[in-house]
């Protein structure tokens, strides 16, 4: 019988060395600078915490990506996947969307999701293409393996770059077969679809260190929609 | 002739909708119905405003659903297509019935349900307004019409994409103040044009024309309830009086007008409105305008007179046309910042001055509003409906 300790080596998937993904800021079409920076294993339990009210908002099938984004995150914080990440946008600190993923096996990425909690403005769009960008520049991958779970994902992954179908291959999410972003489709794409600035002022970087949370408001507002008064 | 008056509005928000057509023109019927307050008085007509029920929702004949839904029996009711003018049309037709004295009270109720549908086909179901054999045909949609228009307004009068981001940016600010506009998210120059990232944010749409110099596809629904004046006098505070109507019409094909950058069917139509009303473009406190694209507020503003061909984007740039400026346009964000559910659009922008002119505005009120003048442009402006309504006090 093993010791808790040993058990747990066993329970734990090795972990890979990946290279940092260098912070960045985006100026939006609001003129809100939003920083993209990558977490720290640390930092996942404020994000379940952002992301447990979505849970069961049916709505553009936020419940399905945020059960399963929590569930990744939650496994990420206890060791439970291997070599995952995961990035954030924060605006003025306040946590606007989040992008997770992880290395499958070398040159290829696999895609987990994208939620934002702050819509619009292509918020969601571009921690996409961020995690895109750590997928093929900075990890220097030759595709990632990619699905979409909402029409929004369609449009935004599979439309807008374009990506290719993979039909023989499943991705880990289930569901459809995979479609793929080669390193040629994202360099293509790049030009027009990926955005931001590095090095970021320190100052600026420093307002994005703690992350907030949207206030509940803002949330039932953005995401359910609700804004109109009764005629 | 009867003068004829508004007694009563009523929106749903523009947005994206889960509800049915059917519903939304319930909901906005109802609102207007309420805030009339007719008492024992019954409505005699109903006119519905839509341009794609057939297609988008696979629902016809929808005026007399309403009529059913409402239990408004036995109103007369009839449907109205006229392109993205329809709104004004189905409200020009409610006021014929009233000034005729065919009716004493009419509900006129412009909706429609676009999101029912993806981007694409929206955008080629508008498309189809356009002439058949000589421009829907070889590919032409709205965006790629209005990005010539702006191309030549640019060339020939000095619009810069500056200009064009004013527009958006003013109106965007101005839906913020509008609980029932479908974009709620404030935009800035850097953001949208100057900015290294500007090319990701606002990526052309129909060079020159930008994402963000398109109005959005929208769900909606509007509604007015006419009355005539002498009766409404009775009952409501503050009628608002149709003082004018102008229509006008152009060629199907805008490249064979003689200059594409002559809106003459808002020329016209303004100028007969105006002339019905025995007011001038000076008199007019507020104005809305169908900005599907931003150059179209710059160009109709002049069109109708406001300002001399050529000088509608000084105004803008001047700040004449902002919600503090001399002469607001779009206080309600327009269908910029609105929204444009095609059908409903004509009969928001009525009711949007109708609320101006009431005191009714809260945060967008345009001060001391009096009369107010809106443009709903079908087509590429080859049918277009004005209207001037001015506030009766009691």
């Known amino acids: ?231 | 002739m009867r003068q004829v008056a508004i007694v009563g509005c009523g929106m749903t928000k523009f947005g994206r909708s889960d509800v049915s057509l059917l519903e939304l023109m319930c909901e906005s019927s109802l609102g207007a119905l309420r805030h009339a307050d007719l008492g024992e008085r019954w409505v005699d007509a109903v006119y519905v405003a839509n341009m794609g029920a057939a297609r988008l929702n696979k629902q016809t004949a929808i005026a007399s659903a309403l009529v059913d839904r409402l239990s408004l029996f036995p109103a007369m009711a009839e449907s109205v297509e006229n392109g993205p003018a329809s709104g004004a049309s189905a409200f020009k037709n409610g006021f014929l019935a009233v000034a005729s004295g065919m009716a004493n009270v009419v509900l006129v109720t412009g909706a429609e349900k676009m999101r029912a549908v993806n981007n694409l086909e929206a955008t080629d179901f508008v498309a189809s307004l356009t002439h058949p054999e000589a421009e829907y045909i070889y590919g032409v949609t709205l965006p790629s019409l209005a990005g010539m228009f702006t191309r030549l307004c640019m060339e020939r009068f000095g619009v810069t994409a500056e200009h064009l981001a004013m527009v958006a940016i003013k109106n965007q600010e101005n839906a913020l103040k509008n609980p029932f506009a479908h974009i709620q998210q404030r935009i800035t120059m850097e953001g949208i044009l100057h900015a290294p990232e500007a090319v990701v944010n606002n990526p052309f749409v129909a060079d020159p024309l930008r994402l963000y110099d398109c109005c959005p596809v929208s769900d909606g629904a509007a509604s007015l309830v006419l009355c005539a004046l002498d009766l409404a006098r009775e009952f409501c505070p503050t009628p608002i009086r149709v003082a004018g109507i102008g229509q006008a019409t152009d060629t199907h094909a805008v490249h064979e007008r003689p200059d594409p950058t002559q809106l003459t069917a808002v020329h016209l139509a303004a100028e007969k409105a105006f002339s019905m009303s025995g007011l001038s473009p000076k008199d007019i406190d507020v104005v809305e305008l169908h900005d599907a694209f931003t150059i179209l507020e710059i160009a109709e503003s002049e069109a109708a007179g406001f300002f001399p061909r050529g000088e509608g984007h000084v105004a803008l740039e001047e700040g004449t046309t902002s919600l503090t400026g001399a002469l607001p346009i779009n206080p309600s964000g327009g269908l910029k910042g609105r929204g444009h559910p095609v059908g409903a659009t004509g009969v928001a922008q009525l009711v949007e001055l109708t609320w101006q002119l009431r005191g009714e505005a809260d945060a967008r009120q345009v001060k001391d509003a009096k009369s107010g003048f809106a443009c709903n442009f079908g087509g590429f402006g080859n049918n277009v409906i004005a209207t001037v309504l001015v506030r009766e006090d009691s």
């Open chain 1, 1 to 231: 019988m093993s010791t808790g300790n040993e058990l747990e080596a066993l329970l734990r998937p090795p972990a890979t060395e990946m290279p940092p993904y260098p912070p960045k800021v985006i100026t939006l079409a609001s003129g809100e600078q939003m920083v993209v920076r990558q977490i720290e294993r640390e930092e996942v339990s404020t994000l379940l915490e952002a992301i447990a009210p979505l849970l069961w908002v049916e709505r553009d099938f936020y419940d399905i990506v945020a059960a399963r984004l929590f569930a990744e995150l939650l496994a990420f914080k206890r060791y439970r996947v291997v070599d995952e990440y995961c990035l954030v946008g924060l605006i003025d600190g306040v946590l606007a969307g989040i992008v997770n993923g992880r290395e499958a096996r070398p040159e290829v990425g696999m895609s987990y999701h994208t939620l934002t909690l702050r819509r619009g403005l292509r918020i969601g769009a571009h921690l996409f293409a961020a995690k895109m960008e750590y997928h093929i520049e900075v990890l220097g991958e030759k595709e990632v393996l990619i699905v979409a779970e909402s029409p929004i994902g369609f449009r935004r992954w599979m439309i807008e770059y374009p990506l290719e179908k993979k039909s023989e291959v499943q991705h880990e999410l289930g569901g459809v077969p995979s479609w793929v972003l080669t390193r040629e489709t994202y360099l293509a794409a790049k030009p027009r679809l990926v955005a931001g600035r590095r090095p970021i002022p320190p100052e600026l970087l420093e307002t994005a260190r703690k992350i907030l949370l949207p206030e509940e408001e803002t949330l039932r507002v953005q995401i359910l929609g609700e804004r109109g008064r009764a005629t």
